[in-house]
């Protein structure tokens, strides 16, 4: 993974300590833990819904929508409103998803969603979280340069004949058009 992409997650957990208030003291400490450990910054990868199956770690703001502070879910068992929350993730090497819970009555964070499109094209776990492409909000002029992006790299990839790269940008681009029929045919 990309240093880059590890950059924009700390710089993203330090938006989220300055910005907003978490309804949990522990969901302060975790991310100030996760922002200062490049090891840990490469376990973990935000999202917009939970995938079934993944350990995830969810926080809530303050006036979030949901019964819990923070909850970390994995292999079946759930931890919530726990400090043993911060010790299985300080001592445990496991990856996981953040998902983070905000005040509904606020407006969608576009710095998450910019980071949660810099993760589909630099992570090489891209393909797992897909389905992050339909819950991006996008205008069509930000589409349209997402889409020429796509292309132009992978005009690229084929030049320096890197399939791994042209497979996923090829992959992301699809649904990317696929998502813009989706839009379309429903208005």
């Known amino acids: 993974m990309s240093n880059t992409l590890q950059q924009s997650k700390a710089t993203f957990i330090e938006y989220l300590l300055f910005h907003y208030q978490f309804k949990s003291r522990i969901s302060v400490w975790i991310l100030n833990l996760l922002k200062s450990s490049p090891e840990l910054l490469q376990q973990i990868h935000f999202v917009d819904e939970s995938i079934p199956g993944h350990n995830t770690l969810a926080l809530a703001m303050v006036n979030a929508v949901t019964p819990v502070a923070i909850k970390y ?23 996981f998803d953040i998902k983070i819970y905000f005040d509904k009555t606020q407006k969608r964070d576009q710095k998450l969603d910019d980071l949660l499109l810099k993760q589909l094209l630099q992570s090489p776990y891209y393909a797992v ?45 699809n649904t990317f058009k696929l998502r813009n029929v989706n839009t379309t045919t429903k208005d």
């Open 73 to 95: 879910t994995s292999d079946n068992q759930q931890i919530i409103n726990s400090n043993e929350i911060f010790e299985v993730i300080a001592n445990h090497n496991e990856s």
């Open 129 to 173: 979280y897909m389905q992050d492409i339909y819950s991006i909000p996008l205008s069509k002029q930000s589409e349209t340069s997402i889409i020429s992006y796509l292309q132009d790299n992978i005009d690229l990839s084929l030049q320096l004949q890197d399939k791994v790269l042209f497979y996923q940008l090829s992959q992301i681009l």
